[in-house]
């Protein structure tokens, strides 16, 4: 149970079996009859003289990198994606009047449009971390300033803490670096900083990303008092966290004014912080940006240039009109995306009477426990019934999260109502088959 649900990752090393059958207490043989179950299920592998270590069965889902269409008529649930706020079109037209100043220049700016990054360092000085203009490095999506923040902080062989379960395509770019993810599994009330200060003293990673607004997937925001105890952890360790902020601006529940500050603020020297407006605004704009110390703002633009030249100016004036402007397009969204989660949570516990669904405070998902490890087949089965899905497989560091879903609540209520019939469906079909299904699954996840 704990390997299927990634509480147990993959080269976790066993003790002997005369420790486990003390430990816990049963038999040696009770013990050792189990490990071979364990074994013939892939989920143990061993060796005469080194032991035994979890693994992961080749069936479990492999990411990919390619991002296909969404087919007509179906429903896409694997990105948690909404659409451009309604006044995205004005302000284009608005930055298409002021587009002449701009192209009498060179239009790189490898930090930057300096108009942006006043705006953006205004924001985080109104959020109680004080910032500058040069502490900013705008890029191209938040994905984008998380590679530039792996490229910065480390090279092939290095150790990376994440959560478990974490964002998919971070876990992506890290491999991508031939990086190694350690994980640190999430409890139900959230981060496990023991465990975290565990991983620190053991694996010495190079550097941390964590996610603590509206975690991806499991809707988890880490407190102040949380976020003062983490700076401890990494100011004794002396470890750097690229801290994914991409949902901050999501709260939908409480007042945005009264959050947690940013983890900077405990950890200043330490924090590398990413923001992005594709979740909030529109993804289609591919603005994102980094907070660090001016050193590293600087070291990040010279680690940039073997990479791009800058993020196109439309595309930042754009973002600068949108920030410049009245909040209330973002409310909207935040009243919208909160009637859209309740009436997801509300469909799945008609139609999904057996999976338990969290209500989270903020973000745009929710991560549904499953009454048994059919997480990749629900989603492969689900794509016949006209649902794209990402598994839970696809949210864990090294495999495992077999009883868990990702459900974003990005689309209109009357599909996601639709969706909640069809996974229904589905649930009664994967609960009376025993047939095996593939576990690779080609789904983009957002």
């Known amino acids: 149970m704990l390997v299927v649900e990634g509480q147990l990752p993959a080269g976790t090393r066993l003790p002997a079996e005369r420790e486990i059958a003390d430990a816990l207490p049963v038999s040696r043989t009770l013990v050792s009859a189990a490990l071979d179950q364990l074994r013939e299920d892939g989920l143990v592998a061993s060796r005469r003289g080194a032991g035994s270590w979890i693994t992961v069965p080749s069936g479990v889902f492999r990411p990919v990198t390619d991002l296909v269409p969404a087919e007509r008529g179906l429903i896409d649930l694997a990105r948690a994606a909404p659409p451009a706020l309604p006044n995205l079109a004005a302000a284009m037209d608005a930055v298409r009047l002021r587009m002449p100043e701009h192209l009498a220049g060179h239009g790189y700016h490898e930090h930057g449009v300096l108009e942006l990054r006043k705006l953006i360092a205004d924001r985080y000085s109104a959020r109680g971390l004080p910032t500058s203009p040069d502490q900013i490095v705008v890029t191209s999506g938040a994905q984008h300033a998380i590679g530039l923040a792996l490229r910065l902080f480390t090279g092939p062989g290095d150790r990376v803490l994440v959560e478990q379960p974490s964002y998919p395509n971070a876990l992506d770019a890290i491999r991508s670096m031939s990086a190694i993810p350690v994980p640190v599994p999430l409890t139900s009330e959230g ?69 947690p500050p940013p983890m900077a603020a405990f950890a200043d020297e330490l924090v590398v912080t990413i923001g992005s407006a594709s979740k909030s605004h529109w993804g289609g704009m591919r603005i994102g940006w980094i907070r660090a110390t001016p050193d590293v703002a600087h070291r990040l633009v010279s680690t940039r240039t073997s990479v791009d030249l800058g993020t196109p100016v439309f595309e930042q004036l754009l973002t600068a009109e949108l920030l410049a402007g009245s909040d209330s397009a973002l409310r909207g969204r935040r009243v919208e995306l909160a009637l859209q989660r309740d009436v997801l949570i509300d469909s799945l516990r008609e139609h999904c009477p057996g999976w338990a669904v969290r209500r989270p405070s903020g973000g745009l998902v929710l991560w549904c426990g499953l009454d048994a490890p059919i997480s990749t087949r629900i989603a492969v089965m689900a794509q016949s019934h006209g649902v794209r899905l990402a598994p839970g497989a696809r949210f864990a560091a090294q495999g495992g999260l077999e009883r868990w879903l990702r459900l974003p609540y990005a689309l209109p209520s009357d599909v996601l109502r639709d969706a909640a019939r069809r996974l229904g469906s589905v649930a009664a079909l994967v609960a009376g088959s025993t047939t095996a299904i593939d576990g690779d699954l080609a789904v983009p996840v957002a």
């Open 191 to 259: 981060w496990d900083l023991p465990g975290i200060a565990a991983a620190l003293r053991q694996a010495a990673p190079r550097v941390a990303y964590l996610v603590l607004d509206f975690h991806n997937p499991t809707g988890h925001r880490l407190d102040a008092p949380g976020r003062a105890r983490l700076g401890e952890l990494l100011r004794r360790a002396r470890t750097p966290a690229i801290i994914d902020e991409s949902l901050v601006d999501l709260d939908l529940d409480g007042d945005p004014e009264d959050a």
